[in-house]
C-alpha cells in the first residue's frame, strides 16, 4: 500500500479493533504513519519495543501473595497503560521481527485471547505492528508463525513521492530537499541493505538532509555530513543540485507580477524552461502559499498551462493547497476549479 492508502486503512482498522502488521524496509516511514492514524482515529499511542524488551514485560512480573501462598503478575509499564486504558487505545510494537522468539510468544496470548493471566485487556484497545524484512538485513530472524496468524492482516509499505512531498510539507522540510526529489523521484527511496557503515537513500534519510542543511559551517564539512545521511553518491547529485536552486529567478517578483512577463523581463526575471529549474521554481512559490498569494499562485499556474507545462502547473497548485488549504476558499481559487486547470489538479482531464 502506498503511504495514504495505508493511513486510511488503518484508521479504519483501529475503529474495528483489527490488529495489522506493517512491513517495509528501513526509514520509509512506518512508525510516522501508524502515528497520524492513530490521531486520525482518536486514539491514544502506547509505542512499545519488543526488540529491547524481555517476556515479563508482555505478562506481568511475579510477586508472592503471602496470604493465599501463591504469586501473582503484577503488569508494568506499557501492559499497565493498556490494561487501564479507558478510552480508544493503539497499543504499537515496532519492530516486532527483531524480537527474539521468546519475547514475540509472551504477546500470542495478548493478541488472540486479549488476555494474560489474570489480566484482559479492555475492548478500546488495538493491536498494530510494524517490522523490517528479512532482506533488509535489519536483524530480523523472521516472525513466529502463531504471531503472525493472530494479525488480521499483513501489509506491505511502498513509497511513494507524492505522499512523501504532501508529508514533507506538512513537516517542513526544506523546499530545495523537496523540489530536488520532485526532480530525482528515484532517489527517494534506494535502500540497498549493506554491512558497510553507510547509509543508502531513503525518506527518513532525507529528512535528516533537511537538518543537516540548517548547521552552519564549511562547505564540504556540511558535504560529508550530507553524505553520511543519504550515502555519497545521492549526496552528490543533491549538492549539485543545489547550484540551481541558487540561481532561482526572484520569487518575490513572480508573485508582484505574475501575468506581466514584460514587466518580469525588465527586472530580468521570467519563468524558466528546463524541468530542473521548474521544479525549484514551482516548489519554491508553493512554500509561499496562502490566501494573500493565491491570486498570483493561479495566474502563473495558467501561464504554465500556455506553455504546454500543464503537470507543473498542476504540482505548483496541488502543493499550494497542501501548504494552506484556506486557498480552496478563495474566489480566485473557486473560479479556477471550473476551468480546464481545475480539471487538470483533480485528476479530470
Not at 289 to 318: D, H, P, Q, Y
Not at 320 to 326: A, F, M, P, T, Y
Request: with cysteine; hydrophobic share 45%; glycine share 6%.
Amino acid at each position: 500500500m502506498r503511504p495514504t492508502d495505508l493511513r486510511t486503512f488503518l484508521t479504519s482498522a483501529i475503529a474495528a479493533r483489527l490488529p495489522v502488521l506493517i512491513t517495509g524496509s528501513p526509514g520509509v516511514g512506518k512508525t510516522d504513519i501508524v502515528t497520524s492514524a492513530a490521531a486520525d482515529a482518536g486514539a491514544d499511542l502506547i509505542i512499545s519495543h519488543p526488540v529491547v524488551s524481555d517476556p515479563t514485560d508482555a505478562k506481568g512480573l511475579p510477586w508472592p501473595d503471602k496470604d493465599a501462598q501463591t504469586a501473582k503478575f503484577l503488569p508494568f509499564g506499557d501492559l499497565a497503560r493498556a490494561i487501564t486504558a479507558v478510552r480508544p487505545t493503539v497499543w504499537f510494537l515496532d519492530d516486532l521481527g527483531q524480537a527474539p522468539p521468546s519475547v514475540q510468544a509472551s504477546y500470542m496470548q495478548l493478541l488472540l485471547a486479549r488476555r494474560v493471566n489474570d489480566h484482559v485487556l479492555p475492548s478500546c484497545v488495538t493491536f498494530l505492528a510494524a517490522t523490517n524484512r528479512r532482506t533488509d538485513r535489519a536483524g530480523v530472524t523472521g516472525i513466529l508463525e502463531p504471531v503472525k496468524s493472530r494479525f488480521a492482516s499483513i501489509v506491505s509499505l511502498d513509497v511513494h513521492l507524492d505522499d512523501w512531498c504532501q508529508w514533507a510539507i506538512d513537516a517542513q522540510i526544506r523546499p530545495e530537499v523537496i523540489a530536488f526529489l520532485r526532480f530525482r523521484s528515484e532517489l527517494l527511496c534506494k535502500f540497498e541493505p549493506s554491512a558497510d557503515l553507510a547509509n543508502s537513500p531513503v525518506p527518513r534519510g532525507w529528512a535528516h538532509v533537511s537538518q543537516l542543511m540548517g548547521l552552519t559551517g564549511p562547505r564540504d564539512v556540511l558535504s560529508q555530513a550530507i553524505a553520511g545521511a543519504v550515502g555519497a553518491g545521492a549526496a552528490g547529485e543533491f549538492l549539485a543540485y543545489q547550484k540551481v536552486w541558487t540561481q532561482l529567478p526572484d520569487i518575490d517578483a513572480l508573485l508582484l507580477h505574475p501575468a506581466e512577463p514584460s514587466v518580469l523581463k525588465k527586472h530580468g526575471v521570467k519563468l524558466p524552461t528546463e524541468p530542473a529549474v521548474l521544479y525549484a521554481v514551482v516548489t519554491a512559490l508553493a512554500m509561499r502559499a496562502s490566501v494573500v498569494t493565491a491570486e498570483a499562485i493561479i495566474l502563473i499556474a495558467e501561464r504554465l498551462m500556455n506553455k504546454g507545462r500543464g503537470e507543473f502547473a498542476a504540482l505548483l497548485l496541488r502543493d499550494s493547497v497542501r501548504r494552506d488549504k484556506e486557498i480552496i476558499r478563495t474566489k480566485e481559487f473557486m473560479a479556477m476549479a471550473k476551468t480546464s486547470l481545475g480539471n487538470l489538479i483533480t485528476g479530470k482531464a
